[in-house]
Structures are given as C-alpha cells and as structure tokens.
C-alpha cells in the first residue's frame, strides 16, 4: 500500500511540477480519465484495507475504467451529444464517495474509533 501513496505523491508532483500543455479537444477525454484513474486509485486502497488486493485485477480495472471513460466521451462526440461524458462523470463520482466512505469506515474500525 505505501507504494501506491507513493507513486500516487509523485505522480501528483510530477503533475505540479511540469508544465504539460494539453490541446483543448483533449481536456474533456483527460478530466473523465482522471476521474476513472482516482476510482481506481481509491478502489485499491480500498481492497487492501480489506485484505483481498490483487495487482491483476487493479492494473486491469485501472486501464478498463479509464479507456471506459474515454470511449464514452469519444463516442457522445460523435454522435453530437458532448455532454454524455456527465454520464461517466456522475458513474465514477459515485464510486469515488462510495469507496471513500469504505475506506474512510475501515479506517475507523481498526483504530477503534467506531
């Protein structure tokens, strides 16, 4: 787990630090990625707090969910309806509070704060 806080620092950092222009038709296609990547992130801290992480199955969530949110943009553009990336937005936005709050529960428990 201290590999993933750490990869996730730096990749932060990185992002902070280097200044990466991004063409505009893109922006859409990188927020829902970003998205789609923080669910993942916080699904996998999430599965090793309760003991059943599997790199397998977080590398290939990781990369499923984020060409997932992608398509899904790629194809509201054309078909004409930009905004049908709310869609993939609302989806990951749910799943990021929800494992958050798993998360945030687990933590809880085993500190015995609850």
């Known amino acids: 787990m201290f590999v993933l806080i750490l990869a996730l620092a730096v990749g932060v ?4 630090l280097l200044r990466i222009g991004v063409p505009a038709p893109l922006i859409t296609y990188l927020g ?3 998205l789609a990547a923080l ?9 090793a707090l309760e003991r059943t992480f599997s790199d397998r199955v977080f590398v290939f969530g990781f990369i ?6 992608a398509f899904i943009v790629f194809v509201g553009e054309r ?14 936005g749910v799943r990021l509070f929800n494992n958050l709050g798993i998360v945030r529960r687990l933590m ?3 500190r015995g704060w609850e």
């Open 13 to 16: 950092l990185a992002g902070l």
């Open 32 to 34: 829902v990625a970003i």
């Open 39 to 47: 669910d993942s992130c916080l699904g996998g801290v999430r599965a």
């Open 64 to 69: 499923s969910n984020t060409l997932m949110a």
């Open 79 to 92: 078909i004409g309806v930009r905004e049908l990336y709310l869609a993939a937005v609302v989806a990951f």
């Open 108 to 110: 809880f428990q085993r």
